[in-house]
């Protein structure tokens, strides 16, 4: 595992600390610079998961809390992708934990107070590690959209949080899905809190007929990408001659 | 769209979204209260129970700027061994908490980490480092924190140096409480605001 630095991370291309219409970042973002230092082992480790760590049912959100013989309810989804870095070269052993809403878009917590119902088969999370390619697949159902205490009536379109372990703690990055064709998702104050149009579809997941199981479960595409390594092509060189 | 298999590709990383208020369904489970199938928590314990090196307790708060704990965040450490050394390849020296859902105070049962190798030969001070997540943060925050007790190797210290305004270095420093105990408050916003750092 290579432990060189990672390139700098390009901060105008994600959401703002400080993203006022997204109201809760208000008392909750840092109001100085962060400050960059050159990285040390510190940032380029970070912590491996080992293949043994998903159990058998753990990319399985319909079945991984439902009763013997029961399943979630809701649209049944695969969703699936590739995890690369800026480079294009694959992430694998990359550990993904994710969670989502239930199909009626209410969270199975002790905070949450929504009047859609729980789903006694369905808890709303579950973890994957990547394979040798860089990929990963999953199943669940699609969650709903759900109101929130933002403005008035704001509503999060359907989405589903993803939190990726990289090979570095520099890489370490939570960010959210959501799917293709789906109105709220051009009224959402912390999806606009990102700068870039181009920016926000990378996170809209796309339908995907071909990995779709016929009479089964209809699937979308997630790919993801983490901060690149910067290559030492000096050193390299340098070792060779 | 021509090109695109001639040349390496370009892509940008993901943009983060904020972990939003629900972050230990995924993250904590058991903490969350959800049951479910596994034993234990991600980062539940940073070390072997065997591991050598003096063990240390660490507690901490996250306020927002008008001085309220966050009760909905989690806190993420990577650090390293008593030896100074990290993991390679495994997850020893990572470890999770979350904010307590009353009191906001997360508590951390470790060893203390030895001196690092940092960059041109430099040694880097026993440290902690820290990301954290929640609801209102948008891209998770990287921060450190030092021991009080190491004045002379934090003077040394690579990173802590690259801070202009001492004052604020000062906010990296833990808060020592005796009997190996050690607390780490951690500011948003406000006069305190704690260094993060642009990894
Ligand atoms: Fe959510």
Redesign the pocket.
């Given at each position: 595992m290579s432990d060189a630095p990672f390139v700098a991370r390009d901060r105008a291309w994600h959401p703002p600390a400080l993203s006022p219409a997204y109201r809760t970042s208000v008392s909750r973002s840092p109001r100085h610079a962060p400050i960059s230092f050159p990285q040390t082992l510190s940032e380029t480790t970070g912590p491996v998961f080992g293949h043994d760590l998903p159990g058998p049912r753990d990319n399985d959100l319909i079945h991984n809390f439902a009763a013997p013989g029961a399943a979630a309810i809701g649209p049944r989804i695969i969703v699936h992708g590739r995890v690369t870095e800026e480079t294009g070269r694959p992430v694998p052993g990359a550990l993904l934990e994710v969670?989502?809403?239930n199909a009626g878009g209410r969270?199975r917590h002790r905070k949450e107070g929504y009047i859609a119902p729980l789903d006694p088969n369905f808890g709303g999370c579950g973890r994957v590690i990547t394979d040798a390619d860089g990929a990963y697949h999953l199943r669940t159902v699609q969650?709903g959209a759900?109101p929130w205490p933002n403005g008035g009536n704001d509503w999060?379109p359907a989405?589903i949080?993803f939190s990726v372990f990289g090979s570095g703690f520099g890489q370490r990055l939570i960010t959210?899905m959501y799917f293709e064709g789906d109105p709220l998702i051009w009224r959402c104050p912390i999806l606009q809190a990102i700068p870039s149009e181009a920016a926000v579809k990378t996170l809209i997941a796309t339908l995907d007929m071909r990995a779709s199981v016929p009479m089964d479960c209809l699937a979308y595409r997630f790919d993801i990408v983490l901060r690149g390594r910067r290559q030492t092509l000096f050193e390299n060189r340098m070792e060779g001659g | 769209m021509s090109g695109a298999a001639d040349r390496p590709a370009d892509l940008k990383e993901s943009p983060s979204q904020t972990a939003?208020?629900?972050v230990h369904i995924g993250c904590l489970p058991n903490h969350a209260g959800l049951g479910g199938p596994w034993a234990e928590d991600l980062g539940a314990r940073p070390f072997a129970d065997d591991a050598p090196g003096t063990r240390v307790v660490v507690t901490g708060c996250l306020l927002d700027g008008t001085g309220t704990p966050l009760r909905d965040a989690m806190v993420e450490i990577w650090q390293a061994d008593a030896a100074g050394r990290y993991a390679g390849g495994g997850a020893a020296g990572f470890a999770r908490r979350a904010s307590d859902a009353e009191t906001g105070l997360w508590r951390l049962e470790t060893i203390k980490p030895g001196a690092v190798p940092g960059p041109d030969g430099r040694i880097q001070a026993p440290h902690l480092t820290l990301w954290i997540v929640a609801r209102g943060i948008n891209l998770g925050l990287h921060t450190r924190m030092y021991f009080p007790d190491e004045t002379a190797a934090n003077a040394a210290d690579p990173v802590l140096g690259r801070i202009e305004q001492t004052a604020r270095a000062r906010t990296l420093v833990a808060e020592a409480r005796g009997d190996g105990v050690y607390h780490f408050d951690i500011h948003l916003q406000g006069e305190k605001e704690t260094v993060f750092f642009d990894v």
């Open positions: 969670w989502q809403a969270y969650p759900y999060r989405h949080h959210q | 939003g208020p629900y």
